[in-house]
């Protein structure tokens, strides 16, 4: 049977040393390389032509995600296992989006790595249970805004920015505004500029429609 | 008035020549008299003459008489020619009264002799009539005699005759050398006087065209002028006077062109009001440096100049205000300014203002540039050390992380599986693991607390949306945070800057607002990223702020400082139970 090549890139020693000792019982794998940083872990994909690439995302030079980027520009056969200590959600989508097959955190037992090289390797992806748990609260936490934006108006605007828009529609001038508020001029003038800028309108009239059409007050 | 004593003041001149005219003009009445006496006294005479001949020719007449009555009558009697002889007498006393010539008085007195003669013979020889025989003889006698006598009288009237006509002619041209002399001397003073006014005239003509001139002079711009005068009369004092009020006319017009030289000079602005502010005159600071001109000023009011209207309180007794302002030149030049203004005081009343602006430009440009040195450094303090807590961070994820990952490896690959049987041993490597896992969470944590690498990685939207995910997500406040416009990330230090600023903002309300709601904005516009932080909190009086909570005045300090560091905006409005609001502005390049 054919062993499944595995590069290495990580730019600490003691971390690719585990690997190496936790992989060392498994024989259908063998490490054919380790790259310390971005740079090298890009020759070293083109070189040795790895089946399985294992990559963290900090890294000197190029960061993995980019690194994960660039191979998926012209390779889309290689498997790419994250395996870092980041568990942010954006880390892990940005990775994700790139183009890895799986992502598991260094922290992981090697019962869970053999697993992730398994699976990848057989052409699935995975993700440990709490990679899955945070993409899930990711796309949960997602949703959940979405569904606010379109339940109220679609631009969400302050308690502030609509008494403004109220007085703006009433024809009141700046000062007024200022005066009715008991704040000063300036603020009013902050205001109403980030209020047109946010509804993207360029005219008092544009705005007053917004206003009306959106039943944030009536003539 | 003053008096002068004058040598040869116009006064006595004129008084002399008049006095002169007036002595001729006697002097010509006194010689027409003199002539007119003569001409009556001549006058007088000839009517003496002419009495004398008239008397004379009486005598004649009456000697004719006697004759025609002897001679011619055929018999004269006696008495009559006594009577006849009478009247001769008669007339002969007549005329010797009247006869004042001497020389006639001596041929009057032969005639009285000879008509005595005539008489006696009579009267002696004659009884009766002559025309007897024998007074024949006496007949030629007589006739002789009256013949005579005849001869005598016709001399006398001839004489007298003589007399008249030389008086006459004497009389006649008396009367025309008088009259020639009179008219001639008239003519002569006449004609003197017009000579001597017309020189009189002429020569103060002179001289007040001399003082015309020099005024004339003066008026066209020759302001050394003086005026000469040969002679020591009041149109010298005139001139003199003209001479002394031209010096002190230059020596006050002379001071005040100095004084005004010193006004135009003076680089600070000064503007002359009067009592209601309104312009009256600038310096020359003025229309350089603000491009009005004077008739475009004038009489306006001073605010037109100034940003900010002046408010003016009387604070001592003359410098009645003291600023700093901003004048606005013609074009909208903007330039900053200390002001004075004194108050113009006439008999204790105020007329005007004297507003002195000193440009105080550069003096804000070394400030400016001194802030910027400030702000500089303090982007470069914070700079440093958020580098130095990204370093550390790095080295506590990274370096301590990898650390605690590797000894966990360890753990995994050398004891894991041989003490797989035994129970007790799997329980306790399985803490360990535990326990290391929670020292990587925890080593996360720190670093995380020291700086969101997110930041660094995925920009502010990113770090702030989890710095509320993880910190504040159940801490009882909604939190909304949005942004706008926002795809493109913008300068890291603003971002580092900003994410510090909500960091800081953050704590702030969830520790003091008691608040239900807060919102985050992050707007970008054109030029500058805009960031708004409100909250329906009980809010705060921003003026006691220092005061009341020295915690957070710390915190909204450092919150304007990394705002004023990148040159931006820092509103911050609130009161007593009316929330907190901060608005943000930072420019971008």
């Given amino acids: ?219 | 008035m003053k008096k002068y004593n004058l040598k040869n003041s116009i006064s006595s001149r004129l008084f002399k020549g008049v006095f002169v005219i007036i002595i001729v003009n006697i002097l010509i009445v006194t010689a027409s008299l003199v002539i007119n006496y003569i001409l009556k006294n001549r006058s007088d005479k000839i009517v003496i003459e002419y009495h004398e001949l008239d008397a004379v020719h009486e005598l004649k007449h009456s000697l004719n008489l006697f004759k025609i009555s002897i001679l011619e009558s055929e018999s004269p009697t006696k008495s009559e020619m006594v009577t006849y002889l009478n009247n001769i007498n008669n007339n002969i006393t007549a005329c010797n009264l009247i006869i004042t010539n001497n020389h006639n008085k001596n041929i009057l007195s032969d005639f009285i002799i000879d008509i005595n003669k005539l008489s006696e013979n009579i009267s002696n020889n004659i009884i009766d009539t002559l025309n007897n025989e024998k007074y024949l003889y006496y007949k030629d006698l007589y006739n002789s005699i009256i013949h005579n006598a005849e001869v005598h009288l016709d001399t006398i009237i001839e004489e007298t005759k003589e007399e008249i006509n030389q008086h006459v002619d004497f009389f006649s041209k008396s009367y025309i050398r008088s009259n020639i002399t009179v008219i001639l001397l008239a003519t002569l003073l006449i004609f003197a006087s017009y000579i001597w006014g017309l020189g009189f005239i002429r020569k103060i003509f002179t001289e007040i065209k001399i003082l015309l001139i020099g005024t004339e002079k003066y008026i066209e711009g020759e302001h050394t002028i003086r005026i000469e005068t040969k002679y020591d009369d009041e149109l010298n004092v005139l001139a003199k006077s003209f001479n002394k009020m031209i010096e002190t006319i230059n020596t006050t017009t002379i001071s005040r062109d100095y004084f005004d030289n010193i006004f135009q000079s003076i680089f600070d602005f000064i503007i002359v009001t009067d009592k209601n502010f309104n312009i009256l005159s600038i310096n020359a600071a003025v229309k350089n440096n603000l491009s009005y001109n004077l008739e475009e000023l004038s009489e306006k009011n001073i605010n037109l100049l100034f940003e900010k209207e002046l408010n003016i309180t009387i604070k001592a007794q003359n410098i009645v205000y003291n600023s700093e302002q901003t004048l606005i030149s013609k074009n909208k030049n903007k330039i900053p300014v200390i002001i004075s203004i004194s108050a113009i005081k006439t008999n204790d009343t105020t007329t005007g203002y004297v507003v002195i602006a000193h440009d105080i430009s550069e003096k804000l440009d070394n400030e400016n540039k001194l802030n910027n040195i400030r702000r500089e450094n303090l982007i470069a303090l914070n700079e440093a050390q958020e580098e130095e807590r990204l370093r550390i961070a790095k080295e506590i994820h990274d370096g301590l992380g990898q650390i605690l990952t590797a000894i966990h490896y360890t753990i995994e690959n050398k004891f894991k599986e041989k003490y797989q049987n035994d129970i007790e041993y799997k329980e306790n490597i399985y803490n360990l693991q535990t326990q290391i896992d929670n020292a990587i969470v925890e080593s996360k944590n720190i670093a995380h607390d020291l700086i969101p690498i997110l930041l660094k990685d995925f920009g502010l939207s990113v770090a702030v949306k989890n710095l509320i995910e993880y910190n504040y997500k159940n801490c009882g406040i909604k939190i909304n945070f949005a942004t706008f416009y926002y795809e493109k990330r913008v300068d890291e230090k603003i971002e580092k800057a900003l994410y510090r600023i909500i960091q800081e903002a953050l704590s702030n309300i969830i520790k003091h607002s008691k608040a239900q709601n807060a919102n985050i904005q992050i707007i970008k516009l054109d030029d500058l990223i805009s960031l708004t932080i409100d909250d329906d909190g009980i809010g705060f009086n921003p003026e006691t702020i220092s005061n009341e909570t020295k915690y957070r005045g710390i915190g909204l300090f450092s919150m304007k400082e990394r705002v004023y560091a990148f040159n931006g905006v820092f509103q911050l409005n609130s009161d007593k139970n009316k929330g907190t609001e901060i608005l943000i502005d930072i420019p971008i390049k």
């Avoid at chain 1, 998926?72 to 097959?101: F, P, V, W």
């Fill in chain 1, 1 to 219: 049977m054919q062993k499944i090549k595995i590069l290495l890139a990580d730019d600490h020693f003691i971390i690719t040393d585990g690997i190496i000792a936790m992989l060392s019982q498994h024989k259908e794998y063998v490490i054919v390389g380790e790259a310390r940083d971005g740079e090298e872990t890009l020759t070293k994909v083109k070189e040795l032509a790895p089946d399985i690439l294992i990559v963290d995302i900090s890294m000197p030079k190029i960061n993995g995600i980019d690194v994960v980027k660039k191979i998926r520009e012209k390779d889309s056969t290689i498997k790419i296992l994250a395996l870092t200590q980041h568990d942010k959600s954006e880390y892990i989508m940005q990775m994700l989006k790139a183009g890895a097959d799986g992502y598991l955190l260094k922290n992981s037992n090697k019962d869970e790595l053999i697993t992730a090289l398994k699976a990848i390797s057989e052409g699935n992806k995975y993700f440990g249970k709490k990679i899955s748990d945070i993409i899930l609260n990711n796309y949960v936490s997602q949703s959940d805004f979405k569904d606010e934006k379109s339940d109220k108006t679609e631009i969400l605007l302050t308690k502030r920015e609509i008494e403004i828009i109220k007085l703006i529609v009433k024809d009141k001038s700046n000062q007024e505004i200022a005066d009715n508020l008991n704040i000063s001029l300036r603020t009013v003038e902050t205001h109403r500029r980030n209020i047109m800028q946010k509804l993207n309108v360029k005219t008092v009239v544009a705005l007053v429609r917004y206003a009306l059409n959106n039943n944030i007050t009536s003539l």
